[in-house]
């Protein structure tokens, strides 16, 4: 199975200020198509997990700009451009060019 | 819009079985396939298995194959998944997500609300 490994665990952050948060893999997540397919989910506390971010770098409908990813074969990031007290949560990275699909640990975003 | 609207929670014994049932709207339901994913209490997510709505196929994490069964019925748009011989470490929020139809990469773009299972003697 293919590994995501996120980093960090945790990132406290001053309101206002970036953030950034990096997913490897273990292994290329190009698919026969041409396209990565390496998604960013957010989960606000006791909320379900919510799309962020598709293949790599397209936001989903209704995101705000100040998030945004980047990367290519297996190194990616989440950014957060400026950081607001409704981002709190934990950030997941998943892939879904192999099955089966697999997600990173999670990195939990808190306000300082 | 799209909506996936989950069961209400279940508390079940060990070695008892659970269904539990994810009914989608605001979408055409055999364009698309569902995915159920399991976060164990204060953990991470954990795919546990896809059907499709266009052709029934099915796909399960290997842990689980022979415990579990999805289903669907395409009269009330509803995606099911029956989980048998239930342990106490499946105790967690079962999500269910719309994904892709077939053969292919896979999304997950619209999520339900999840769908706690406390597995207890």
């Known amino acids: 199975d293919v590994v995501l490994t996120q980093s960090p665990l945790s990132l406290p952050v001053t309101l206002g200020q970036p953030a950034s948060i990096s997913c490897i893999s273990s292994?290329?997540?190009?698919?026969?198509?041409?396209?990565?397919?390496l998604n960013w989910f957010q989960q606000r506390p006791g909320q379900s997990p919510r799309l962020l971010i598709y293949?790599?770098?397209n936001r989903d409908s209704g995101v705000p700009v100040r998030f945004s990813g980047s990367g290519s074969g297996t190194v990616f990031t989440l950014k957060i451009s400026r950081v607001e007290a409704e981002d709190v949560g934990v950030y997941y990275c998943?892939?879904?060019?192999?099955?089966?699909?697999?997600f990173g640990g999670g990195t939990k975003v808190e306000i300082k | 819009q799209v909506q996936l609207v989950q069961s209400a929670a279940e508390v079940k014994r060990p070695g008892a079985s659970v269904k539990v049932s994810c009914k989608t709207s605001?979408?055409?339901?055999?364009?698309?396939?569902i995915s159920w994913i399991r976060q164990a209490p204060g953990q991470g997510l954990e795919w546990v298995a896809w059907?499709?709505?266009?052709?029934?196929?099915?796909y399960s994490a290997q842990r689980l194959q022979g415990r579990i069964t999805m289903t669907i019925d395409t009269s009330t748009r509803t995606a099911y998944m029956e989980l048998r011989r239930l342990t106490f470490d499946e105790t967690g929020i079962y999500y269910c997500?719309?994904?892709?139809?077939?053969?292919?990469?896979?999304?997950?773009?619209?999520w339900g609300q999840g769908t706690l299972l406390t597995v207890s003697s």
């Open positions: 292994q290329s997540l190009e698919y026969s198509d041409g396209n990565t397919y």
């Open positions: 998943m892939q879904g060019a192999h099955w089966p699909v697999t």
């Open positions: 605001g979408y055409t339901f055999s364009n698309y396939g």
């Open positions: 997500a719309r994904d892709i139809p077939a053969g292919g990469a896979s999304f997950m773009d619209y």
């Open positions: 293949r790599i770098s």
């Open positions: 059907i499709s709505a266009y052709n029934g196929n099915t």
